[in-house]
């Protein structure tokens, strides 16, 4: 869904092994209104299935057409992380936000360099999912500066590749001095409205500088952004 689509409902998918999550989830979820704002109308979250694991997302996406998927990372068969690589290699996928137990680890970002666009603790109060939905859905960061700091702290952590770092870099190149300046403060876990005022911006300028950068960098999200820049200056 585009970020300027704003449908009646937003169609949501529950992947995960524990019918204890999926029935908590869909019992906070199913019929909430989210209310209107500047941007968008009101709008229902529709659980439009819940599944146990992730060789059976693809059927479930083709029959419910979600525009989130929240997604399990531990699951029996296939586990988040290939059934987010799978999905989100399809044409115009739903946006995937990662189900996790644990706090910003190595899985998660594993997920997020598949192309999950955010990740959510289970335990989050049912506010903050409702929010990670509707900012998924609307296409905006489902994580916090702090978190998205902490995420790169963990890659920064790693030894990785050479060959990862010499790829980033050449990418990040490839760019112009202000669409750097912007990759570089999305990396820094900046939103868009802390980057508009650094960079002497309009918020609107922001988006459409992000968006750019994700068509000429090949990448999903802009956490992935985050992360390819770390890559570079590991």
């Known amino acids: 869904m585009s970020p300027t689509d704003h449908p009646a409902e937003i169609r949501v998918l529950l992947v995960d092994d524990d019918p204890l999550v999926r029935a908590g989830l869909k019992v906070m979820l199913d019929g909430h209104t989210i209310d209107a704002t500047e941007s968008a109308p009101p709008r229902r979250i529709r659980i439009v299935a819940d599944v146990g694991d992730g060789d059976e997302v693809p059927d479930a996406v083709r029959a419910g057409r979600p ?42 970002v594993r997920a997020l360099r598949a192309g999950a666009s955010g990740f959510l603790l289970k335990d989050a109060a049912p506010e903050g999912i409702v929010e990670a939905v509707r900012a998924a859905a609307d296409g905006d ?6 978190i998205t700091r902490r995420l790169i702290g963990i890659v920064k952590g790693g030894s990785g590749p050479v060959d990862r770092r010499r790829s980033a870099r050449t990418r990040l190149d490839r760019l112009a001095e202000r669409e ?40 999903d999200n802009r956490v992935q952004i985050a992360l390819l820049v770390r890559d570079a200056t590991d």
Request: aromatic share 2%; glycine share 4%.
């Open 67 to 108: 525009h989130v998927v929240l997604m399990d990372l531990r699951m029996r068969r296939v586990n988040g992380v290939v059934a987010t690589q799978r999905l989100t290699a399809e044409p115009d996928p739903p946006t995937v936000v990662v189900l996790t137990t644990f706090d910003a680890d190595e899985h998660v």
């Open 141 to 146: 960061a489902v994580l916090s500066p702090a």
């Open 180 to 219: 750097r300046d912007v990759a570089d403060a999305v990396a820094r876990g900046g939103s868009n409205a802390d980057i508009a005022e650094e960079l002497h911006m309009s918020v609107a300028t922001v988006k459409s500088y992000v968006s750019k950068l994700l068509r000429e960098l090949g990448l």
